[in-house]
C-alpha cells in the first residue's frame, strides 16, 4: 500500500493477503446488539445463493434455513429466558469451503418481561395453607395484593410488614417482605408484592402491641400497582 501527498510517495506499507477462490462469502446486513431486550434477535446478511445456514443457540442445533436464489438470507434467534447467548451460523455450500460466524449476545428483561415470567409463575395458596404447610412452600414465587403497615432499616436490608386482609380499617393476615432496596410505596399504601418464600420469620405485631410474633417471610422480587 503506497501512500501519495501531491504526486510524491510519502508511505509505504506491506501486508501479507491470503486469498482463497473457495472462500464461502458471508456479508452480515444487520446490526448485532451485544444486549438484546425483546423475545427475538432478526440477523439478515448476503451469501453465496443456495448456501445452507445451520443455526446454533449455545452450541444447540435450533434450526437449518438457506440463501435466497437472490443471495440474501434471513434468520431469527429467540430467547425463552434472560441470560448470555451464544450465537452461530454456519454457512455451507459444495465446492466451498465452510464459514462460521459467532455472537455472544445478552438477553436482559425489561420490567415487563419481568411481570410477565412472575405472573406465569407465582401461586397464591390461601393464608390458612401458606402458614399451615409453609415448609412445602418454601423456594415458591408467589404473589398477594395487600397494604404496607411498616417499613424499617435493618443493616443493608429493609423490612416489610404487609397485611392481605383489611376490614373495617383493622388489618390480619400479615407476611414479612424482606427487600435490598428502600421500597418506593410509602406505608398504607395497597401494592401487589411478588416474592420467594423463606419459611416463618419474626415481625412485630399486627396490633402494634410491640410483641414478636412468626409470620411467612418473602424475599421482594416485585412490588408493583394491583391490577
Not at 393464608?127 to 424499617?152: A, D
Not at 392481605?164 to 380499617?169: G, V
Not at 388489618?171 to 398504607?188: D, H, L, M, Q, T
Request: glycine share 8%.
Amino acid at each position: 500500500i503506497t501512500g501519495e501527498n501531491n504526486g510524491e510517495d510519502i508511505i509505504e506499507l506491506a501486508y501479507p493477503i491470503t486469498y482463497s477462490r473457495t472462500l464461502l462469502t458471508v456479508n452480515i446486513t444487520s446490526e448485532i446488539p451485544s444486549v438484546v431486550e425483546s423475545d427475538s434477535l432478526h440477523i439478515t446478511g448476503i451469501s453465496e445463493p443456495g448456501a445452507e445456514i445451520q443455526l446454533f443457540k449455545n452450541s444447540e442445533a435450533v434450526d437449518t434455513k438457506k440463501v435466497t436464489n437472490k443471495g440474501k438470507f434471513a434468520v431469527d434467534f429467540y430467547f425463552p429466558e434472560e441470560g448470555a447467548y451464544e450465537l452461530t451460523l454456519v454457512f455451507s455450500k459444495k465446492g466451498l469451503a465452510d464459514r462460521r460466524i459467532t455472537y455472544t449476545v445478552s438477553r436482559k428483561w425489561t420490567d415487563a418481561d419481568t411481570l410477565k415470567q412472575l405472573q406465569k409463575e407465582a401461586i397464591k395458596p390461601a393464608y390458612k395453607n401458606l402458614v399451615k404447610k409453609i415448609s412445602g412452600y418454601e423456594g415458591r414465587i408467589m404473589g398477594y395484593t395487600g397494604y404496607i403497615t411498616s417499613i424499617s432499616q435493618s443493616g443493608e436490608e429493609w423490612i416489610v410488614q404487609m397485611a392481605l386482609s383489611r376490614k373495617n380499617k383493622k388489618y390480619s393476615n400479615y407476611i414479612i417482605v424482606v427487600s435490598s432496596e428502600e421500597p418506593a410505596y410509602a406505608v398504607n399504601s395497597k401494592v401487589l408484592m411478588y416474592g420467594t418464600c423463606e419459611g416463618m420469620s419474626l415481625g412485630m405485631n399486627g396490633e402494634g402491641e410491640g410483641e414478636e410474633t412468626s409470620y411467612p417471610c418473602f424475599e421482594l422480587l416485585l412490588f408493583t400497582d394491583p391490577s
